[in-house]
């Protein structure tokens, strides 16, 4: 059987309740600038930000088109002349405030904590990500955490694992699982590095190219005792 030693957590959609978050700070920022919250405006922002994010992880626009572009979208769309710049910040700074937690998480990590060297690899805007890891209480539980914006590469790039495998002093990538639950970003980066990957996926049943998949955390953490002698047998609050 074999043993990881090492745990690579996406954050986003699987430890943190990024749609929860990203709802509320798009509510809040409407508000502040006078504009009537609706969740068909939510519906049209996540499809804008959505389609944008899979462009920038594809390398085909920057991270500054990205926030330049999805208000600027939102805003024409709604009639509005409020600058989108301005908009961005403001969104930011209130999604950098929100840290929702997926219910077991916290549960999960704690539990994991004394077994494996356990790392954040996230896509994202640094400020935002470390401030919503801080206030969620994860940050403290992960030896390192890796934001795209801060290494310069994204996932799936392979360039943003090289780094990290780097930093962490990681030669044997067998030990290695990476767990996550966007298949273009978390999946594909991690077969991109070689690493075996988990799918996160609550909702979804299709197939994937994932080495597992799991759809909670008391699967994610069955599955880690099947390859594991460290960790503890059971633990009800998973």
């Not at 997926?102 to 999960?108: D, E, F, K, V, Y």
Request: charged letters at 20%; aromatic letters at 10%.
């Amino acid at each position: 059987m074999k043993t990881y030693d090492t745990l690579l957590f996406d954050a986003d959609g699987t430890l943190l309740d990024f749609d929860r978050s990203e709802d509320e700070a798009l509510k809040r920022s409407l508000q502040q600038f006078g504009l009537v919250y609706t969740p068909s405006i939510s519906r049209r922002y996540h499809e804008i930000n959505d389609s944008l994010w899979k462009q920038f992880e594809l390398g085909q626009i920057t991270r500054e088109q990205l926030q330049a572009t999805r208000f600027a979208t939102l805003l024409q769309e709604l009639d509005s002349g409020e600058s989108p710049i301005a908009f961005n910040l403001c969104y930011r700074q209130f999604l950098s405030e929100s840290a929702h937690l997926i219910p077991g998480a916290i549960s999960l990590c704690e539990t994991l904590y004394s077994c494996y060297t356990m790392a954040i690899v996230t896509n994202g805007i640094a400020q935002v990500q470390r401030s919503r890891l801080i206030h969620s209480g994860l940050g403290k539980l992960f030896k390192k955490v890796y934001i795209s914006e801060e290494i310069g590469w994204q996932k799936p790039d392979k360039r943003f694992f090289e780094y990290v495998f780097s930093d962490m002093g990681i030669s044997n990538r067998s030990k290695v699982l990476l767990i996550g639950d966007s298949l273009t970003s978390d999946i594909q980066g991690g077969i991109n590095a070689g690493v075996d990957t988990c799918w996160y996926s609550p909702i979804s049943r299709q197939s994937s190219p994932a080495t597992y998949r799991v759809s909670n955390f008391h699967e994610l953490f069955m599955l880690l005792q099947g390859h594991s002698n460290l960790l503890p047998k059971g633990d009800s609050a998973i």
